[in-house]
């Protein structure tokens, strides 16, 4: 079974930048046919998606509020994708989680929560 470890998140000033990364274990499953993306949730507030790649050919998407300000990537051989978020604003504070889906399979991981202060 796929099990999702992110990490990264933490407390920064408006402005900043932080990189959260979800490394994906065994290190041999086979996440071609995934793509994995990482969706937020602030207090009060429905997770909502913030971006997604395919882990087969790359093909970002983002969320609007996102587009210009976060990157997301992959790394294959280390089952692992990033993502990088720079010019944070306040209203970026939520707990991000990690998520990896395919047809078939929708997989978590735990969350790292992401502080932004004004």
């Known amino acids: 079974e796929l099990q999702l470890v992110d990490s990264g998140g933490g407390l920064v000033q408006a402005g900043g930048s932080l990189r959260l990364s979800c490394k994906a274990s065994?290190?041999?499953?086979?996440?071609?046919?995934?793509?994995i993306g990482w969706f937020r949730q602030a207090p009060g507030k429905e997770k909502k998606g913030v971006a997604c790649?395919?882990?087969?050919?790359?093909?970002?998407f983002y969320e609007d509020s996102v587009k210009g300000r976060f990157t997301i990537s992959k790394d294959n051989a280390k089952s692992t994708v990033y993502l990088q978020m720079n010019s944070l604003k306040p209203e970026d504070t939520a707990v991000y989680y990690c998520?990896?889906?395919?047809?078939?399979?929708?997989?978590w991981g735990k969350g790292t929560l992401v502080t932004v202060s004004s």
């Open positions: 065994p290190s041999g499953f086979t996440f071609d046919d995934y793509a």
């Open positions: 790649i395919s882990m087969r050919d790359g093909t970002a």
């Open positions: 998520n990896a889906n395919n047809p078939r399979m929708n997989y």
